[in-house]
């Protein structure tokens, strides 16, 4: 996976991994909404409202739209796409598939492995 992609994944997964922005971004497939309203229906600050939408704006997630003296936000029209394609990225590997990794050792360096892990005998 390319370096751009690794970080598109972390940046949307950190965007998502928090209860009320998952909830911003429910509210905002429905329709656009200002900083106030979603205050008001999360039941948190505005200040904290700005702060999940930065977040969520740098994920590139959510789109500001200027409306005079206020800002309203709208979902991405990629974002929907963009969350499969990172999600389809993760688990869409099949390297490696059925084979254990442990299967992998032989039984003698398993032995030795074994013998290593034994704490030393000490002489009374």
């Known amino acids: 996976m390319a370096a751009k992609n690794r970080r598109d ?21 429905e329709r656009t909404l200002c900083v106030g309203a979603l205050s008001r229906l999360l039941g948190i600050s505005a200040g904290a409202v700005s702060q ?21 936000y709208s979902l991405a029209p990629s974002a929907a796409a963009r ?15 059925g084979k254990c990794a442990a299967g992998k050792r032989s ?14 005998r000490r002489n009374r």
């Open 9 to 29: 994944m972390m940046r949307i997964f950190r965007a998502l991994s928090v209860e009320k922005r998952v909830q911003i971004v429910r509210l905002l497939v």
């Open 52 to 72: 999940h939408l930065r977040i969520l704006k740098d994920a590139g997630l959510v789109e500001p739209d200027r409306r005079g003296y206020f800002i309203h």
């Open 83 to 97: 969350c499969r394609l990172v999600t389809d990225s993760l688990f869409g590997s099949k390297k490696g598939a």
């Open 107 to 120: 039984a003698k360096s398993h032995k030795a492995s074994k013998a290593s892990r034994r704490p030393a």
